[in-house]
């Protein structure tokens, strides 16, 4: 259960800190969070209002660079079960009691930025997180053009031979179906085509109504590897191998029928940076 508090006593806060790379850019970060928090804004003393009563607070000390902590509501529930995994290291990092509420959504936020900018997190009692950067592989490619299955399967097929369609029955129209490509070692990636769910990070792009949503799904081998929080070398090598190929077909996607890529939290990415 999450902890009660009294209305008539101010609600507890906490902080946890963010630790990005020296050099990077505080609009970066806006940019970033703007994403999944349109409303984030730069207040007068320099703190990114995030929403829901927390901000981002820039370190002003001379060794301050890239540090944030996000002030947050304290809000705590019970601890993780014992033998249910542990992706993001809460269930270490809080063993009293996990997060919940706000202050969930606001270590998510801060946890995906760490993954995202190389980065980590510091928890209010001092817990370290270093998210893996290829802890989430797949990448949706959202574009204003459906390509027809047999048209899919031709514009991969040079990238990926070994591309399959799924049971496409004759007539299938040019969203609701896939494809599969086996990667070795049991892995595979998924092409889901279908009409494109909403995301705030592309809110403003005036033909959102009728896009589609090309999702790049890495399927490993074993489906409890996503419940790890810290890959052996042999599993890292495999998500870095799924994601490089996903970013393949990301950048050959957006490419030829144009659109913005999106990874599985919703914000942007680059296709430069796919290549």
Do not use: C, K
Not at 154 to 183: F, K, M, N, W
Not at 217 to 234: L, S
């Amino acid at each position: 259960m999450s902890d009660v508090v009294d209305s008539a006593e101010p609600a507890a806060r906490t902080g946890h800190r963010l630790q990005l790379p020296r050099d990077t850019d505080p609009q970066d970060v806006l940019a970033m969070v703007r994403n999944v928090r349109p409303g984030a804004e730069f207040s007068e003393d320099g703190s990114l209002e995030t929403g829901e009563d927390t901000r981002l607070v820039p370190d002003p000390s001379p060794r301050g660079a890239g540090r944030w902590t996000i002030e947050t509501p304290r809000v705590r529930e019970d601890p993780v079960p014992e033998g249910m995994g542990d992706s993001h290291g809460y269930g270490r990092a809080f063993p009293e009691g996990m997060p919940f509420d706000v202050e969930r959504r606001a270590l998510d936020l801060v946890w995906s930025l760490a993954r995202r900018l190389y980065g980590a997190v510091v928890t209010d009692d001092g817990v370290r997180l270093e998210p893996h950067p290829f802890h989430l592989r797949d990448l949706i490619v959202v574009s204003p053009h459906a390509l027809a299955p047999e048209s899919l399967a031709e514009l991969i097929a040079p990238l990926e031979p070994e591309a399959e369609l799924d049971q496409v029955a004759d007539g299938t129209p040019r969203t609701g179906y896939s494809a599969t490509i086996p990667l070795g070692d049991g892995d595979e990636i998924v092409v889901r085509v279908s009409r494109s769910s909403r995301h705030s990070a592309l809110d403003a792009v005036a033909w959102l109504d009728d896009a589609v949503d090309y999702e790049l799904v890495h399927v490993p081998r074993d489906d409890e590897e996503d419940a790890i929080e810290v890959p052996d070398a042999e599993t890292a090598e495999r998500w870095s191998l799924g994601y490089r190929r996903i970013g393949l077909i990301a950048g050959l996607l957006t490419e030829t029928v144009g659109g913005y890529v999106v990874d599985l939290e919703g914000f942007l990415v680059d296709p430069a940076d796919l290549a």
